[in-house]
């Protein structure tokens, strides 16, 4: 079973200077987190672009918890929640 995935550039970007992901956005420890995931390059697999960044579950999981949280709470419609 899987326990990561390959960090597409979009991920990599928000992350980058200037992207959507400042660092006060995030905690710092997730922020170190995914920074050291994305800093190491893994060869092997059958991509022929090189070695690829991945990154774990539990990462993708609390990054996207943490988004979730900071989100304004919207009120749904009836029987939509």
Do not use: N, W, Y
């Not at 920074?35 to 893994?42: F, R, V």
């Amino acid at each position: 079973m899987a326990s990561s995935l390959l960090a597409g550039e979009r991920l990599v970007r928000a992350l980058g200077p200037g992207g959507e992901l400042e660092p006060e956005q995030l905690p710092r420890k997730l922020r170190a987190e995914l920074e050291a995931a994305l800093g190491k390059k893994h060869t092997g697999g059958d991509s022929s672009s090189g070695p690829q960044r991945l990154v774990s579950f539990r990462l993708i999981r609390d990054l996207h918890h943490h988004l979730r949280e900071r989100e304004p709470r919207t009120s749904c419609p009836a029987g939509e929640d």
